[in-house]
């Protein structure tokens, strides 16, 4: 069965400073990668995926995210946190395309002024 | 392109009765998936939809159904409700089956009481 793993429940970042937020999946094939945003009171909103290529994919909003193989980890980066980042992020992953879509417990970004 | 819709927003029901909330995915899509998300749990997938027929279905209990029409509009039905299937219940669209990326609606709040 597939899963995927966000270690953090929070992280706290100053504005300006990079951000990583960590996402580790376990797939029995091939994994398909996406990263959300749900900002209070709002559906998520796409960020990014990674399904096949370059290991680094940039996505909306200036952010990014490395898929990692050997670690079978695909964390979240942005080089310049903005107090508007703050919300809460979910990493999810499928293993096939027909595969159902499983999330991640989330993990919520303050990013203070 | 208008996103995806859903109806209604908010919902107050009492224990045992049923609830209908339907979903209007973005145009062209016709992929729809159904999500259950609680502070608890999480999000939690409940079913997906394409081209009328369900293609995969979370382990939630009989009690929750859905169906999709030709339209690709969806609806789910949740029967006999208990108080803890209170929750914010997120549909999301997507072009295809398989790797394409979701877009969510802003969701559907059913307080059971």
């Known amino acids: 069965a597939q899963s995927v793993a966000q270690p953090e429940d929070q992280v706290n970042v100053a504005e300006g400073n990079p951000l990583t937020v960590k996402c580790t999946y376990s797939?029995?094939?091939?994994?398909?990668l996406f990263w959300y945003v749900q900002y209070p009171n709002r559906g998520l909103q796409f960020l990014l995926k990674y399904i096949t290529g370059d290991n680094l994919v940039k996505g909306s909003y200036g952010f990014e995210a490395e898929f990692n193989k050997s670690q079978t980890s695909f964390h979240l980066k942005k080089p310049s946190a903005l107090v508007s980042d703050s919300a809460l992020y979910f990493c999810a992953v499928r293993d096939s395309g027909y595969s159902t879509l499983t999330f991640g417990k989330g993990t919520m970004l303050l990013v203070s002024p | 392109k208008a996103g995806v819709t859903q109806t209604p927003r908010y919902l107050i029901k009492t224990r045992g009765q049923q609830v209908t909330l339907s979903c209007s995915p973005i145009s062209g899509h016709r992929s729809v998936s159904w999500y259950q998300q609680t502070p608890g749990q999480g999000l939690q997938f409940l079913f997906e939809?394409?081209?009328?027929?369900?293609?995969n279905k979370g382990n939630f209990p009989g009690r929750f159904s859905g169906r999709q029409f030709s339209n690709s509009r969806s609806e789910m039905n949740v029967s006999t409700l208990e108080l803890g299937d209170s929750a914010l219940y997120l549909c999301?669209?997507?072009?295809?089956?398989?790797?394409?990326?979701?877009?969510f609606g802003p969701g559907t709040r059913l307080t059971v009481t």
């Open positions: 797939v029995s094939g091939n994994p398909y």
């Open positions: 999301a669209s997507s072009l295809q089956e398989g790797t394409y990326e979701q877009y």
């Open positions: 939809y394409f081209s009328e027929t369900q293609r």
